[in-house]
């Protein structure tokens, strides 16, 4: 089974990826293999067999709080909920039986979850893997996970993976995040953050496109995906994960 390892990563994500000027480089890949975009606001480059549109400006979307993006949860599941609520929403918005729910413990953050496959959770997208997470201390939802990959489903190709990620990043590009907390195309070890932003209250959703970098020529990284992963998560920054106290080793 696979194991949860995801929230000491997303801090590291929202560390490591600096907020700043939106960058809407789209790329479109024609191949397996499609180049690694640039940094948010860097020039964008030519790459054969992948077009990529010009940056865009941050848009002015998101600046009004009455009009921003609130991100509790995923669905019926909300950031905060028991298990025995999470359960319900799960059967409410998927019809899930209770034996397709799956239980699993991480014996290192001392955290638990739920797990639920889904197929076409994004239409046309294969079937994916989605993890509910509680936290350490609270038992309540601290983060909700979606994953595409050759594990959940036998039939996903790098291809499908690109499109899903960019029907995914569009979509959020005009959910109204902070956007002094947008970042896009910010490649990372084993990836590319596709898209990470924040609401009023610093939850976040983050779309990150993990695989393979490549050399090619003039010097340029290509990446071949192999996994793409959603969260929603409620502290990034501070997760609700265990940690050893201070001064103990």
Do not use: C
């Not at 009455?66 to 298990?83: L, P, Q, W």
């Not at 596709?194 to 779309?207: E, N, P, T």
């Not at 990034?236 to 001064?247: H, N």
């Amino acid at each position: 089974m696979r194991k949860i390892y995801l929230l000491p990563a997303l801090v590291g994500l929202l560390t490591s990826v600096a907020a700043g000027p939106l960058a809407a480089q789209g790329v479109v890949p024609k191949q397996k293999a499609a180049p690694a975009p640039r940094a948010a606001g860097a020039a964008p480059a030519a790459a054969a067999g992948a077009p990529v549109a010009a940056a865009t400006e941050t848009p002015t979307a998101g600046a009004d709080d009455k009009t921003a993006k609130a991100i509790d949860g995923f669905r019926s599941a909300k950031f905060g909920m028991n298990e025995a609520d999470v359960r319900a929403a799960m059967t409410k918005d998927f019809s899930a039986k209770p034996d397709a729910i799956r239980a699993q413990d991480n014996a290192s953050e001392l955290t638990h979850s739920l797990l639920l496959s889904i197929p076409e959770l994004l239409p046309n997208g294969g079937t994916a893997e989605l993890s509910y997470v509680f936290g350490y201390k609270s038992k309540s939802l601290i983060q909700i996970g979606a994953v595409w990959s050759k594990g959940t489903d036998t039939a996903m190709t790098p291809e499908k993976l690109f499109s899903n990620a960019n029907i995914l990043r569009a979509h959020f590009m005009g959910e109204g995040f902070k956007p002094d907390s947008i970042a896009m195309n910010m490649p990372v070890a084993g990836g590319i953050v596709m898209f990470r932003g924040s609401d009023a209250k610093d939850r976040s959703v983050i779309l990150l496109l993990q695989g393979t970098f490549e050399n090619k020529e003039n010097n340029q990284r290509v990446l071949t995906p192999t996994s793409l992963l959603l969260f929603y998560v409620a502290d990034a920054k501070s997760p609700d994960i265990f940690k050893l106290p201070p001064g103990q080793f």
